[in-house]
């Protein structure tokens, strides 16, 4: 192996080492969010209907707050909406870094083409720094014209 060879290997391993931990850490906050919101849907549909009462029997009202804690407590649908949600916000960050994701991956696998991939693996790092981390050439909304 040559030192191009080595040095695609490297960036490939590192970008896509950057883009799954990328996906994994919005998976994690999108998991989260996505509990929460369903969870309060859930909880409120839960509690109108242990609040509706056709009469004034004191023991539809104890049977009805027996139901709402009892399904207040299970946590199975916040475990399903946790995993769901983490593929989902994973998937959705993976679908926004397919421009890296394809060009480590080409990087990595490729043996004949693998100086092409590094160069624009180089070419998108620079682009990413200059447009979305120091912003250059985005409009100043702030600024008063």
Partial sequence: MNKWNVAAKVAGTLTAGMVLYNAHDVGKKHSAEHVKEKSASRLNRLYMRSRRMEDLSESTSKLKDWYFRTNADWNLPDKINAITGYVSGAF????????????????????????????????????????????????????GE
Avoid: E, W
């Fill in 92 to 143: 959705q960050q993976m679908a926004s870094d397919v421009v890296p994701a394809a060009l480590a991956t080409g990087a990595l696998i490729s043996k004949k083409f693998a100086k092409v991939f590094s160069i624009g693996l180089l070419l998108y790092g620079i682009k990413y720094l200059l447009f979305d981390v120091i912003d250059i050439g985005r409009p100043d909304h702030l600024k």
